[in-house]
């Protein structure tokens, strides 16, 4: 394999540009970029389609202004397609809006109005979610609401064939042009739109191939969502920056996942924490546990190209699995979040368990008044001595905020996430000293935050959606221990006066809510808590620090408690014996001083 970079021309850091010069060069132009299934795209094809989407986006919003913006909305799983509206968009100076695919009813549609978006792409098993919503959509008309397989029509009827010769739009786009708003969640209200501009997109790019030594040859695989960041930041713009390929998945299979990167000769593989794990339990059932045969089978298969995987929320003991199971150089765990203020890389040799060296000397951990964390004090088990001292939130002290460019339409966000010269992660962590050098360990989520399966959400927005319960008139959500990857969620019920909980009628509550409600299915509770009554700050809200630092350790709760697991149609009384059991797997994940701090 050459590892020598491929020079490309000076350009523009805009995708717009960035796109002409691999399409054209000697080197990439007919090398395949996107792969799905059978269908393959050279670098030349992707441009040519991101063209005819470009003039077909500026056909379907026509002129544009302040008061209508060129701003296009998808609701699309990962497809060939949903690469090409975010190239033609590119291609167009329009605002691709991610929207995920997870969002009901009204959520979704706040999150669309809140876009501004006239034209919205939909996938056509989501169409049903539009159509529940769809008469309380202000900006997108009737026409402008195209499904996948209308847009294939669409682009041949409208624009003509991909084969056909056409000149990019002429439209001025520049590197500090808005290309993509990614949604993640907000303390309160809904989802908050994060602004990233070409120049940001090209950096991640830049940034991140650099970081991990990717080359011409590497092949990334999508299976992560592409309106999330990581899929973007860690996948895409990588692969696309060194001219290397990328296979795509529609959605995450734990099954698919060794036989797509047989196929697509993946080298590369951007995750988050919980999907490793459910490979590595893929693996294991494929092979029945058999040591000899998953070496056979797969770490020393001949189709296996496998060289690195990057993300986060991985546990060390499932990273040293992975890497040894697929045969990996290495396994880059990283921090950092689609604001993109703060960002380290694990390497090999870090700290065990750390999410990399801290390189920014602007990036401290503070304490609740604002005074920096001690480094951590270590016993001679490895485990933090000094544990209230030195955990804090993950802030940066600067007088910018890195690639941080703001909320989409959202001044208040931005003035609490950036505040007083002080960018606030709403991340906890701490630090450790080795060699003069400063590892940074991540501690899950403040209060009103919960991270699961690499997503942050609105522990608020949760709490309301269980409290329609009419039995549950006060809940609090928050996350707690996981073994696997960053956080289980938890929630907090006080019953109304008489009321009794029943285990099933709660699950199939949860159910409804995901179904008509609005809710995330990571939203669905994995434990329950039956309080008599919460305690209150002084200024009566629910205090939720005290709920989490007991978790569901039957311990320290005296309340009834009750869990579910995967495949589970009931919420089952959680008892000391399950407690135990479930210590053995943090044991032997090696997380077990989660459960005790």
């Not at 439209?171 to 989802?191: A, D, E, F, K, R």
């Not at 070409?198 to 040859?217: E, I, P, Q, W, Y």
Request: charged share 30%; proline share 6%; glycine share 8%.
């Amino acid at each position: 394999m050459s590892q020598t970079p491929i020079s490309f021309p000076p350009a523009e850091l805009t995708l717009r540009e960035q796109i002409r010069v691999r399409a054209e060069h000697p080197e990439t132009a007919d090398k395949v970029f996107l792969m799905h299934d059978a269908r393959r795209w050279s670098y030349r094809r992707f441009r040519d389609e991101a063209t005819r989407v470009a003039h077909f986006v500026l056909g379907r919003l026509g002129a544009s202004d302040e008061k209508r913006p060129p701003h296009v909305a998808m609701l699309l799983e990962n497809h060939l397609e949903l690469v090409a509206l975010f190239g033609g968009c590119g291609i167009a100076g329009a605002t691709l809006f991610g929207i995920n695919t997870g969002l009901r009813g009204e959520v979704l549609a706040g999150v669309v109005n809140h876009s501004r978006s006239r034209l919205l792409v939909v996938d056509d098993k989501l169409l049903p979610e539009v159509d529940r919503v769809r008469a309380e959509l202000r900006t997108v008309a009737r026409e402008n609401i195209v499904t996948l397989s209308e847009l294939r029509r669409c682009l041949d009827a409208e624009v003509g064939p991909a084969e056909a010769a056409r000149p990019y739009p002429d439209v001025v786009v520049t590197p500090q042009t808005n290309l993509m708003v990614i949604y993640t969640s907000g303390t309160t209200g809904l989802p908050k739109g994060i602004i990233n501009n070409h120049f940001k997109l090209c950096a991640t790019g830049v940034g991140v191939s650099m970081n991990t030594g990717m080359h011409r040859d590497d092949i990334g695989y999508a299976c992560m969502p592409l309106f999330h960041s990581n899929s973007l930041f860690v996948g895409l713009m990588p692969c696309f920056w060194v001219g290397g390929g990328m296979g795509l998945r529609e959605r995450f299979s734990g099954s698919r996942f060794v036989p797509d990167c047989f196929e697509y000769g993946v080298s590369m593989w951007n995750y988050v924490g919980e999907p490793v794990h459910y490979v590595l339990a893929a693996i294991e059932k494929e092979h029945g546990g058999d040591p000899e045969r998953i070496r056979r089978e797969v770490t020393e298969n001949a189709r296996n190209r496998l060289r690195f995987a990057i993300g986060n929320g991985a546990s060390p003991v499932d990273i040293d699995k992975f890497t040894a199971w697929l045969g990996l150089d290495d396994m880059f765990e990283l921090y950092g979040s689609t604001e993109a203020a703060i960002s380290t890389f694990r390497r090999m040799g870090d700290p065990r368990g750390s999410v990399g060296e801290i390189t920014d000397p602007n990036v401290k951990i503070l304490d609740e008044r604002g005074g920096e964390c001690a480094p951590a004090e270590l016993d001679a088990e490895g485990k933090i001595v000094n544990y209230d001292a030195a955990v804090g939130e993950i802030c940066r002290k600067a007088p910018e905020t890195g690639l941080f460019q703001g909320y989409f339409d959202n001044p208040d966000a931005n003035s609490s996430k950036y505040r007083d010269g002080v960018y606030h992660s709403g991340d906890l962590g701490h630090v450790l000293v080795r060699n003069g050098k400063r590892y940074l360990f991540f501690d899950g989520r403040t209060d009103d935050w919960i991270r699961k399966d690499g997503e942050n959400f609105s522990a608020l927005q949760v709490a309301r959606l269980l409290s329609e319960h009419p039995d549950v008139p006060l809940a609090a959500a928050y996350g707690v221990p996981c073994a696997v990857s960053d956080e289980l969620l938890m929630t907090a019920l006080k019953l109304r006066e008489g009321a009794s909980f029943d285990p099933k009628e709660f699950f199939e509550f949860c159910e409804r809510q995901i179904r008509d409600g609005g809710m995330d299915r990571k939203w669905f509770p994995d434990f329950v808590r039956i309080v008599p009554d919460f305690e209150y700050t002084g200024t009566q809200k629910v205090l939720v620090r005290n709920l989490k630092k007991v978790h569901f350790d039957p311990r320290r709760v005296r309340d009834p408690l009750f869990f579910r697991e995967r495949g589970d149609s009931s919420y089952r009384p959680f008892t000391p014996a399950d407690f135990e059991r479930l210590r053995a797997v943090f044991r032997a994940a090696e997380r077990e001083d989660l459960l005790d701090r």
